[in-house]
C-alpha cells in the first residue's frame, strides 16, 4: 500500500505560479510511476501528466504541455507539478496518483484513466483568480 499526500495549493493570479508536492509514504521506494489528474466542479476529472519511475518519460494533456512540468525526487519520495502562466481554467482540485511499475508501455489512453492508477491523494485545492 501506498499512501499519497498532496500540497501547495492556494490561490494565485492569472499569470502566476504554483509548485505542487505529493509525498509518498508506505510501501515506497521508486518503483512506482506517477501522475497528476485534476477535477473542477462539474466536471470529470482529468488527467494532467505523469512521470515514469525512474524519472525518464514524461507525459501531458495538451492543455498544460509547456507550462506545466512534472518531476521527482525518489530520494524524497515525492512528486511535484509546477505550474506556470496559470489560467483560470486551470482551477480544480488536483489530485496525485500512483501505480506500481513502468507506465512507458501504457497507450495514450491508458495513462489518462482513473482506473490505470489504484492509489490516490486526498487532493489540493487550485484557484485561478484575480
Known amino acids: 500500500q501506498v499512501q499519497l499526500v498532496e500540497s501547495g495549493g492556494g490561490l494565485v493570479q492569472p499569470g502566476g505560479s504554483l509548485r505542487l508536492s505529493c509525498a509518498a509514504s508506505?510501501?515506497?521506494?521508486?518503483?512506482?510511476?506517477m501522475a497528476w489528474f485534476r477535477q473542477a466542479p462539474g466536471k470529470e476529472r482529468e488527467f494532467v501528466a505523469a512521470?515514469?519511475?525512474?524519472?525518464?518519460?514524461?507525459y501531458y494533456v495538451d492543455s498544460v504541455r509547456g507550462r506545466f512540468t512534472i518531476s521527482r525526487d525518489n530520494a524524497k519520495n515525492a512528486v511535484y507539478l509546477q505550474m506556470n502562466s496559470l489560467k483560470p481554467e486551470d482551477t480544480a482540485v488536483y489530485y496525485c496518483?500512483?501505480?506500481?511499475?513502468?507506465?512507458?508501455?501504457?497507450?495514450?489512453?491508458?495513462?489518462?484513466?482513473?482506473?490505470?492508477?489504484?492509489?490516490w491523494g486526498q487532493g489540493t485545492q487550485v484557484t485561478v483568480s484575480s
Open positions: 512521470i515514469n519511475w525512474n524519472g525518464g518519460s514524461t
Open positions: 508506505g510501501r515506497t521506494g521508486s518503483s512506482y510511476s
Open positions: 496518483a500512483a501505480v506500481a511499475g513502468s507506465i512507458t508501455s501504457y497507450s495514450r489512453s491508458d495513462l489518462s484513466q482513473k482506473t490505470s492508477y489504484p492509489y
